[in-house]
């Protein structure tokens, strides 16, 4: 079997460590850049992880998608895409990886936050494999080419949707060939029957805990201890997600273990916890993503009548925050 062959756009904090495990297991990677490209070119990527340990490669770096299609007459096996997902984004990454995708021989894979990301892809390319990822890896990026991954590490990965994968068929295989390729340069990675669950047990601290620390500009432990009832309310909004899940069919593994689980996460971390992404774009400056985080479970909230009054506010007042800080970066 031939070496395959990867190509990610995203090299921020996820695409670097996903990177380095695929590059790490012999796997031939292509990186986009943007900002990062002199510096990718020059120096490669440097990763501290509580897996990898201190781990620099250096994969071929493009400045664009028609770039890394000219590399070689090969198509790539799969195209990862590990950006922030941005609904309104133009162009958007559909577009901007079109010229890169086969038909018959590439598999898109989605490491993005959030739930309703997969069906543009699917859309537009309705014959290529679509592989949903959920990645539990907290990295920050330090410098522009380099990153700090903390805590655990775990990548999930499934088919979109679930029905099309046979365990026996092209599809199954293919997924387990892209979580081999992770598994052998190291990372924990598994595969599922139902990603969306999986996307939905992740949804439960990221659409309460991203939102209210980037309002609050408080990490979770810093939060925790602030007042008596800062517990209360963050339990209950997960509850919200859990209610919204439930009304899907997910009712069984969305539960009240999940949401006992993120809490007893968020206690048990070394102060001052951990800035997740929403507080981080904030802090930079950086547009949030709201709505694929919080917005549209509000809105499946609202269309199946199911009842989120924390969810509503805090997707109102992130969104009202997501705006402001767009305006500042219009204005310098």
Request: one cysteine or more.
């Amino acid at each position: 079997m031939s070496t395959p062959r990867v190509l990610i756009l995203g090299a921020g904090s996820l695409g670097i460590v996903l990177g380095a495990f695929l590059h790490k297991s012999g796997t031939e990677v292509v990186c986009v850049c943007r900002s990062n490209y002199e510096a990718a070119k020059n120096h490669g990527f440097k990763v501290k992880s509580t897996v990898l340990g201190a781990y620099t490669y250096h994969p071929q770096v493009v400045n664009s998608v028609p770039e890394a299609r000219g590399l070689a007459d090969k198509p790539y096996d799969y195209i990862v895409i590990a950006t922030k997902a941005f609904p309104d984004e133009d162009p958007s990454p559909v577009k901007v990886i079109s010229e890169a995708v086969s038909t018959t021989q590439t598999t898109i894979v989605l490491v993005q936050n959030g739930i309703g990301i997969e069906e543009a892809y699917r859309k537009r390319f309705p014959t290529n494999l679509i592989i949903s990822a959920v990645a539990y890896m907290p990295s920050t990026r330090v410098f522009s080419t380099e990153v700090i991954q903390t805590e655990s590490q775990r990548i999930l990965t499934g088919a979109y949707p679930s029905h099309s994968a046979s365990a026996a068929g092209e599809a199954g295989d293919r997924i387990r060939r892209f979580t081999d390729m992770l598994r052998a340069g190291g990372a924990q990675s598994e595969i599922h029957a139902d990603i969306q669950v999986e996307r939905w047990k992740k949804l439960i601290g990221n659409a309460t805990w991203n939102p209210i620390c980037a309002l609050s500009r408080c990490r979770d432990v810093e939060l925790l201890r602030i007042s008596d009832i800062s517990g209360d309310f963050i339990e209950a909004a997960m509850y919200e997600v859990v209610t919204v899940a439930r009304t899907l069919g997910y009712g069984d593994q969305v539960n009240e273990e999940v949401v006992k689980a993120q809490m007893r996460r968020s206690a048990v971390r070394p102060d001052p916890g951990v800035q997740p992404s929403m507080m981080a774009d904030m802090l930079h400056n950086s547009k949030m993503e709201v709505e694929v985080i919080v917005g549209n479970v509000v809105r499946l909230a609202r269309k199946n009548c199911v009842a989120v009054p924390r969810l509503q506010t805090l997707y109102v007042l992130v969104s009202g925050l997501n705006w402001s800080i767009s305006q500042k970066t219009r204005s310098g």
